[in-house]
């Protein structure tokens, strides 16, 4: 999930979500509920919705989405922001000067040298994700930008990229893939029957799943958990949702004392008896 990676990210960096600017490259669905998504994180750091959205900019096929397009819908609107009508990357980068640069466009190579270049001239560690897959979709790979960036990325993609070398450090590229999170809030779901499930919850997973990535993985380029023990890690996650959304009064069930035992006691075990 986008937003874990980012939280990574910016734990590493040391800075707050609200500060950020982010540019997507692609408005479709997959672009807008990411943008959606960032927008209610931060309106939790006390940003008006209208700040948030503010800090938001997406850019597809035809430019840069500001008030002249005429071709917008009403949820890509929101996100026009005046500017001049633009079709050049590199030169909305330079103009908005994002901090993180989204990939949704399914242009594979779409982030060429020039644009990781431009976002590496504004930002000392820029965080770019290129999550179009599959890989010959992506619009960028690992080595393209940890090589562009002069090491400096912090990368994810929608696919696994191999680990890189680069001046004697060894990168491994991190996953963007939902299966960190969606299993998590089904789990959290099932179990304590929330009244409603809201952004909120996604963004106590994607912290939960942040909270994940230890010191020694975010050295290796990581900003999502491994992979080795994927069920321990959704399990954990589930559980910080499970509680978030006691604490929040959306759970219909009765809090239990024990919270990962009442979890782990539901779960499917997949071991059949031998006759």
Sequence with gaps: ????????????IDKALIEQRVLFLGAGSAGLGI???IVSAMQLQDLSQQEARSRVSLFDINGLLEPSRTDLSPEQQVFAHKAPPSKDLVATIERVKPTILVGVSTTGGAFNQRVVAAMSRINERPIIFALSNPTQKAECSAEQAYAWSGGRALFAAGVQFPDMKLNGRTFHPGQANNFYIFPAVGLATY????RRLTDACFIAAAQASSDQVGPELRAKGMLFP????ILETELTTAIRVAEFMFDQGL??????RDLRAWIEGQLYNPVYPTV
């Design 1 to 12: 999930m986008t937003l874990a990676g980012i939280t990574t990210a910016l734990q590493i």
């Design 251 to 256: 759970a219909q069930v009765a809090r239990p």
């Design 35 to 37: 943008a959606n998504l």
């Design 191 to 194: 179990v304590c029957r929330p």
């Design 226 to 229: 491994s992979q080795s023990n």
